[in-house]
């Protein structure tokens, strides 16, 4: 099923999938890759539905997630390449500096959550784009190969990028030993950890969407934390008395870590995140 499929052929699929007539079917948004809906069953649940195209992967990530381990996310009750089935979450209010200090306990326990390798046994998604996770022992070739590198390659092929800034960013992956020292073990991490992707309500975190997992040092989670402003002083103060952060994570590593969600948005966005590219890669090298 497209992104654009009729809502009656939406309630047929949705209708064999849960067991229950849809009473009630209503738009709330689209994205890259699928349209949001709200559909109330006639068995008494309301359940958000993506539909679109290349959603198995956020169904099977947040399956994991819930399995795996404590933090809230959505129950998935379908999930294809065609429709993704979940809990509605009801939301209320944004992030208050006792929701950070909550998401810092959350982030903290998942990133508690070890693994022998880098990476993940299949590939993901971050977003609609795909996310390459072939495992392997170094973090540095992993963070270099299959995230700064693999996204800068792609957005050099979108013409989203020149050969210049293609030629920056592959020195800059020449200065990663350097730049990163001596990385932390592999942890679990929820990979694309923004404002939009944490819910709140009555001022408590209600759950986690929209994952990019995989087994990594969990400094790139934590940058990207802070890339739109996401979360503050107040999650860092309870996650650092929770799991200390490595010196110089601030001063050097967010910055470095960033680029990659930068080169994800370069894709997606092209505009002013090419400027943040460049003057991050003419920081670090100059």
Do not use: C
Not at 86 to 109: K, N, R
Not at 265 to 279: I, M, T
């Amino acid at each position: 099923m497209s992104a654009a499929a009729s809502p009656a052929d939406l309630r047929t699929t949705l209708e064999r999938a849960l067991g229950s007539p849809v009473r009630a079917l209503d738009r709330l948004a689209g994205g890259h890759n699928a349209v949001l809906w709200t559909v109330a069953l006639a068995d008494g649940r309301k359940l958000v539905v993506k539909a679109g195209a290349g959603l198995e992967p956020e169904g099977f990530m947040l399956r994991h997630l819930a399995a795996h381990s404590a933090l809230p996310v959505p129950a998935v009750h379908a999930a294809d390449d065609r429709v993704l089935v979940m809990d509605f979450i009801e939301t209320s209010g944004g992030i208050t500096p006792a929701v950070e200090e909550q998401a810092a306990e959350l982030i903290a326990a998942l990133h508690g959550i070890g693994a022998p390798r880098y990476g993940f046994p299949r590939d993901t998604l971050i977003g609609p784009l795909p996310q390459p996770n072939g495992e392997t022992d170094d973090w540095i070739a992993f963070f270099r190969d299959r995230r700064l590198l693999f996204m800068a390659r792609k957005a050099l092929e979108d013409g989203r990028i020149d050969h210049g800034l293609m030629a920056g960013l592959e020195r800059l992956a020449d200065r990663l030993p350097d730049l990163i020292g001596t990385p932390a073990s592999p942890s679990l991490i929820h990979g694309d950890l923004w404002g939009g992707n944490v819910l709140t309500h009555g001022g408590r975190v209600a759950a986690f969407i929209d994952p990019a997992i995989h087994h990594a040092d969990a400094e790139i989670e934590l940058a990207f934390t802070t890339l739109f402003g996401t979360f503050g002083e107040p999650f860092f103060r309870r996650y650092g008395e929770i799991r200390p952060i490595r010196p110089g994570f601030f001063e050097l590593r967010r910055d470095l870590y960033n680029l990659y969600p930068l080169l994800v948005h370069v894709r997606l966005f092209g505009g002013s995140y090419v400027g943040a590219v460049e003057r991050t890669v003419r920081r670090l090298v100059g």
